[in-house]
């Protein structure tokens, strides 16, 4: 409980100030009030306090199962589905982060050589068509991905030159305003400005059309309004 109280006070001071998470403030010093969702994946089904199955392209079908700590899904062709927090947060200061278990590669496809690569993708959703989002995405190949979609338009933001090959990461997306940054286990991988972002969102966690995905928990940090 003590740690997770001093996550809190840290991320309070991180999204509403210039600190990242890998450098800490004095712990005298004084944060703004924070709210923290957590949604993790114990049990051997969704909390459905927490979550809700959600596709916003393509079908919503294949493999969902939730054992051993973990929510495990891989979706059908082409589709974009997987799970979103039922809570709807407002701000735009705020951290969302999720640690992948797993990121497998997708199911064969005809006339294709070799497995596709999977993706986990780690999205905060500012509307229920999908046409307005952030995503930060790890590749099974251990490429990093970094998408803006606004009003239908995408547009990938990374240099195509950063991955990872650690076990369980954790991605963040952070937000200050207009400043977004994209985090790999508190540490910042890019920085962005994004004009124009709402307020109101949603967490998602899923994995483009067949990819193997699979995950520990979640959480979001917003400033107490």
């Known amino acids: ?3 997770r109280h001093k996550f809190v006070w840290l991320a309070a001071q991180v999204i509403s100030s210039t600190l990242l998470l890998h450098h800490a403030a004095p712990a005298q010093q004084a944060a703004p009030a924070a709210v923290e969702w957590v949604g993790d994946f114990t049990g051997t089904a969704l909390d459905e306090s927490k979550w809700e199955r959600f596709t916003f ?3 919503s079908g294949g493999t969902f199962r939730v054992e051993n700590g973990e929510l495990q899904m891989r979706g059908v062709p082409e589709s974009r589905s997987g799970v979103r ?3 709807k947060f407002s701000g735009d200061r705020f951290i969302a982060e999720a640690t992948v278990a797993k990121v497998g590669p997708a199911q064969p ?3 294709r050589p070799g497995l596709p690569p999977g993706y986990a993708d780690l999205a905060v959703l500012f509307d229920d068509s999908g046409r307005n989002r952030l995503e930060w995405i790890l590749t099974s190949d251990g490429v990093f991905e970094a998408w803006s979609v606004q009003n239908g338009q995408a547009s990938r933001l990374d240099n195509h030159r950063l991955g990872t090959k650690m076990p369980k990461p954790t991605l963040g997306i952070v937000r200050r305003g207009d400043q ?3 985090m790999l286990n508190g540490e910042v991988g890019m920085q962005q400005t994004i ?3 709402p307020h109101d969102f949603w967490l998602m966690l899923y ?3 067949t990819s193997e995905n699979n995950w520990t928990s979640a959480r979001v940090v917003t400033l107490k309004q």
Request: charged fraction near 15%; proline fraction near 5%; aromatic fraction near 10%.
């Open 1 to 3: 409980m003590a740690s």
């Open 180 to 182: 977004v940054m994209f």
């Open 195 to 197: 004009k124009n972002l």
């Open 57 to 59: 392209q393509g079908g």
């Open 85 to 87: 927090s039922k809570q």
């Open 207 to 209: 994995g483009f059309g």
């Open 109 to 111: 496809e005809p006339n």
